[in-house]
């Protein structure tokens, strides 16, 4: 039997203002209460699920150590979760995603059944959890985060703990997935990165010095302590040309004059040449058998008191130089190049140096002196580096050269004399002392890029002793 319209609509309209459910009459009013209950669970657990995130990876991962030595309730918990940060962060995008499209799904059907048509639904529900997600969902909880980092990542650790538990085999799926995408990208095999880079360490002790927090030789120590890492030995070494050593064939005598004289309590010991370098001897081991030991002095050799060391290449990295030296009790180490000639010998007080800074003895000259706010006065042996920190330069390093020395003669092209100028990108480096053929001393010069009117390319110009190297 065939109903006619009014009836249509009757029945319409019962079917609006009663739904069953499990066999059980539910009111449209009851339907529509339910639904807005259900939407701000959902915002809180989206607020939840954000500000977890911001909170989680803010923490620092020593932080979470320290509280769990401290005892700290929630603080294993939270150290568990921050031991693995791929799996912790799929979690939180995982719970989410699902928070929020759940919300915008429920608002649709609560707007549909209000009697919105089907598109009027979606555009008001996208629009509107949109706003609300934004708000209550996002801004608001990350901000908190943001002010209580730590004592909100302890509060939320075990609510999140059981977040991964619930969500586990999504959770498992989409960790897979990630990692076969970024296999086809050639992306990070884990989604998380580092939050602090060394440039943003840089950056922090450079604010801490301009605020008043670090004094600037406890600014150039952490400096230099980041740069260790990035150091090799042929930029630390005493070079062949300035290495005092004696020979296995010397005696006792001579090789004790020669330590006097150069002023080292050790020096390399070689046999035949100064290439074949077979140890160590220390001026305390000289002066104690010559006086005191056993034996008469004509029986006495220098080979007996040779104390072994170690060969390593040039490109040997400091860092790695430090352990090995601390391991093995030696003070000295020779460097060699790739064809076993001996290059030059790194100290324990070399390789303290390049934390500490210069430490001078006596009469010794500082390595940079500084004549004025754009001058200075510095040894040929002086790293290229250093020059650029001094007077704020972007001196280029070479792969043959690492010295201001080195600079010099490849920018020249050939052997330099005194009084010689080098002018680069701004920059003029007088020659101001030379010994041999060895650079010993340049004044380093910044100028002002509006008075450098000389011309570009490597070439001399009218003056026999200057050149230009823009």
Not at 186 to 198: F, Q
Not at 270 to 290: A, F, K, P, Q, T
């Amino acid at each position: 039997m065939a109903l006619d319209p009014p009836t249509v609509t009757m029945l319409s309209g019962a079917l609006l203002q009663s739904v069953e459910f499990g066999g059980v009459p539910l009111s449209r009013n009851l339907i529509l209460v339910a639904g807005s209950a259900t939407i701000v669970v959902l915002i809180i657990l989206s607020a939840f699920f954000s500000s977890s995130e911001i909170a989680m990876f803010s923490l620092p991962a020593h932080r979470a150590e320290a509280l769990v030595e401290d005892g700290v309730p929630g603080a294993q918990t939270l150290k568990e979760l921050k031991a693995d940060p791929h799996r912790l962060l799929v979690t939180i995008l995982v719970g989410n995603n699902l928070v929020n499209i759940a919300m915008s799904s429920i608002a649709t059907g609560l707007l549909a059944l209000i009697g919105l048509s089907q598109g009027e639904a979606v555009a008001v529900a996208t629009f509107g959890i949109t706003a609300v997600v934004l708000l209550f969902g996002e801004s608001a909880p990350k901000s908190y985060a943001v002010e209580n980092t730590e004592s909100w990542a302890l509060t939320i650790g075990r609510p999140l703990k059981l977040a991964e538990k619930v969500l586990l085999p999504l959770i498992l799926l989409f960790d897979y997935l990630t990692r076969m995408v970024n296999k086809v990208t050639g992306g990070r095999s884990a989604i998380e990165t580092s939050y602090v880079t060394r440039e943003e360490i840089q950056d922090i002790i450079e604010t801490g010095e301009r605020e008043g927090v670090l004094d600037e030789e406890e600014r150039e120590m952490l400096q230099r302590t980041l740069r260790f890492n990035d150091t090799i030995a042929k930029e630390v070494m005493t070079p062949r040309l300035d290495m005092t050593a004696v020979s296995k064939e010397d005696t006792i005598e001579e090789a004790l004059e020669t330590c006097i004289h150069s002023g080292h309590a050790r020096v390399p010991v070689y046999e035949g040449s100064l290439d074949n370098v077979i140890g160590v001897v220390h001026i305390r081991d000289l002066v104690r058998d010559l006086n005191y030991g056993e034996a008469i002095p004509e029986d006495m050799v220098l080979e007996d008191l040779i104390e072994p060391t170690l060969h390593v290449p040039e490109s040997k990295n400091v860092d790695d130089l430090l352990t090995e030296m601390r391991a093995e009790r030696l003070h000295m180490v020779i460097v060699i190049d790739e064809f076993g000639t001996t290059e030059g010998l790194v100290t324990m007080e070399d390789l303290t140096e390049e934390i500490v800074g210069e430490i001078l003895e006596g009469e010794e000259e500082e390595p940079i002196d500084y004549i004025g706010d754009d001058t200075v006065m510095v040894k040929g042996e002086v790293n290229i580096e250093e020059v650029n920190e001094a007077l704020d330069l972007e001196l280029p390093e070479g792969e043959e050269f690492e010295t201001i020395a080195g600079f010099i003669f490849n920018r020249a092209g050939r052997l330099v004399e005194e009084g010689e100028v080098i002018t680069y990108d701004g920059v003029e480096i007088r020659v101001e002392q030379v010994e041999n053929t060895r650079i010993m001393k340049a004044r380093v010069v910044r100028r002002d890029p509006d008075d450098d009117g000389e011309g570009g390319g490597d070439e001399e110009q009218s003056n026999p002793e200057e050149v230009s190297t823009d």
